[in-house]
């Protein structure tokens, strides 16, 4: 089993940054995989960011490009989420999730077994 924790979410204005952190009990064979989803209030789960651990491969969903930034510190089996230029469309139920690499960059959520509980993001204009 793998015990995954986010923090970092909290209200911020229109056009700010945030930084959430995923901190995940064990990163191994099962859960090299770790994306970053998110859920607005009345809208399906989407992901939004990955990345391939072991080698740093790294994907967005289009929405995010270029104002996202997925990385990593394995010392501290640590995840981030760099959000930059935020808009109130974003707010919503920021989760980490990981799985094993299957060998292409998907953000589909079956392709995650483990899932933390969240952390809020809630951007105001």
């Known amino acids: 089993q793998v015990q995954l924790v986010e923090s970092g979410g909290g209200s911020v204005q229109v056009g700010s940054s945030l930084k959430l952190s995923c901190v995940a009990s064990?990163?191994?064979?099962?859960?090299?995989?770790i994306a970053w989803f998110r859920r607005a209030p009345g809208k399906e789960r989407e992901g939004i960011a990955s990345?391939?651990?072991?080698?740093?491969?790294?994907y967005y969903d289009e929405s995010v490009k270029g104002r996202f930034t997925i990385s990593q510190d394995r010392g501290r089996n640590t995840v981030y989420l760099q959000m930059a230029n935020l808009q109130p469309e974003e707010s919503a139920m920021y989760s980490c999730?990981?799985?094993?690499?299957?060998?292409?960059?998907?953000?589909?959520?079956?392709?995650?077994?483990?899932w933390g509980q969240g952390t809020q993001v809630t951007v105001s204009s």
């Open positions: 999730a990981a799985g094993q690499w299957s060998g292409s960059g998907t953000l589909h959520e079956r392709a995650f077994r483990f």
């Open positions: 064990r990163i191994s064979y099962s859960s090299n995989y």
């Open positions: 990345i391939y651990t072991t080698y740093d491969r790294i």
